[in-house]
């Protein structure tokens, strides 16, 4: 029974032992663990704290970043024409040097006058992480509006787009777009179908009076011509500069493979009696009867075309370019006039590719019968001391025309007119009905050399990952 009684105690004390070395075991492994976990959340923390620094450094990168576009913005305002590369070190007067912007500038292309700036900033503290931005800015153009007039104007047509008069206006057409008179009232004349009555400085019987704006400031429209001799030295660099043709004048078509061909115009048609409230009653022709080819070339890079003449003009455009006419010295009775000879297009390609200006000197003409029935013109006309319109014609088998649409803008200091009716109302001469339509293209990617105004303004901003 002893023996019995002592096997069973040895065997209790075996299983004692087991059971502490399962204990020591276990608390190595949860020591293990424990120590594992530390070493990971160590590693967490570590990790966090890193990236924590990182993405401040990163943050005030991007501050110094966003002050090398501030820079670059306010260099623009100062001087427009500087697109140099430039870099500069900021600093705070407690924690010494932050770090340092490298700036970069696209300048404009041809035909527009956006321009693309690039800051990279890095931080003086971790130089190789860099954050870097993106903004454009542009000047907008005359051609923010659809018409521009430095007269009295009576608008009978379809228009979409904005309306600028510093004259009075009388609106019987339909528009969608804000219609503005410098005027508060004005002597409405007998050529706008008045008695010499004064009227608001916009009246009619035109749609949605709500868009009608007056009196505002008015527009300086002699700061908005254009220096021809600026574009008569482009045009001398480029080999597009035709000086006096020693005849009528010259005559320049656009083809569809972005050429322009030239020609000497040496006689008009047979004059006729029409009327201009400059001129009165004349007997003149603009119609060309014979021509001479001269030259044939590449619409060139910078997209100047300058004739020292009259110059006739029509086409297809398939890039950028504007023509100009301007004889020097610049006295009223020699001043050139541009005439419109057919359509000018962009056969539907409205995606900014194709601009087209035409800057006269004088007159912009629209000739008795080489303009078409259905006259199409896409582009923006500028007649910088004179009209832009057709004469009226009294009598004669192109005395009335159809239709005149434009898509793009047109620019008049003295009052534009394309229509001439009677004290009915009824048209006698010109234009019968049209429709102007404004290209937005055209406002930060006018035709080369074409009157910007006003400063850089923000269009666009980003982060380049």
Known sequence: MAMITL?????????????????????VI????????????????????????????????FQIAEAGLNFARWRLAHNPTDFSAAEHELADQLQGALGTYSLTFT?????????????????????TREVTLTATYGIPSLAKYVFVTNEDVWYDEEIHGQVHSNGGIRMDGVSDGVMMSAKSTYVCQTSHGCANETKPGIWGDGSDSALWQFPVPSIDYSGLTVDLLDMQAAAVAAGTYYGPSGALGYHV???????????????????????APDTGWQTVSHDIATEAFLTSAAVPDNGVIYVEDTLWVNGNI?????????????TPSTNADIILNG??????????????????????????????????????Y??????????YYSSGTYTLRTSMNLRGMI????????????????????????????????????PPFFPTSGEYQFLSWGETQ
Not at 35 to 61: K, P
Not at 111 to 119: A, D, P, Q, R
Not at 318 to 330: E, I, K, L, Q
């Open 7 to 27: 096997r069973g105690f040895r065997v209790g004390a075996r299983n004692d032992n087991e059971n502490r070395g399962s204990i020591l075991i276990m608390t």
């Open 318 to 330: 398939r890039s950028h370019v504007t023509v100009a006419a301007g004889r020097f010295p610049d």
């Open 411 to 446: 620019a008049s200091n003295w009052t534009p007119v394309t229509t001439w009716v009677n004290e009915s109302g009824t048209v006698i001469s010109g234009y019968q009905t049209g429709a102007s339509t404004y290209d937005s293209n055209l406002l930060y990617g006018p």
């Open 107 to 127: 300048a404009p292309q041809n035909g527009s006058t956006v321009v693309t700036i690039t800051s990279v900033g890095h931080t003086a503290n971790s130089p």
């Open 382 to 391: 500028l007649a910088q001391h004179g009209r832009f319109g057709r004469r």
């Open 30 to 61: 949860m020591v293990m663990m424990i120590g594992i976990m530390f070493t990971s959340i160590s590693g967490v923390i570590n990790l966090q704290y890193r990236q924590g620094g990182l993405a401040a450094q990163d943050e005030t990168a």
């Open 253 to 275: 078509v656009f083809n569809t493979d972005n050429t322009y061909s030239v020609f000497i115009v040496t006689a008009t048609t047979t004059a006729m009696s029409s009327y």
């Open 343 to 380: 359509s000018i297009t962009y056969d539907g390609v409205y995606d900014g590719t194709r601009t087209f200006g035409a800057i006269a000197q004088k007159n912009i003409l629209i000739p008795y019968s080489a303009a078409p029935d259905n006259l199409e013109l896409d582009g923006a």
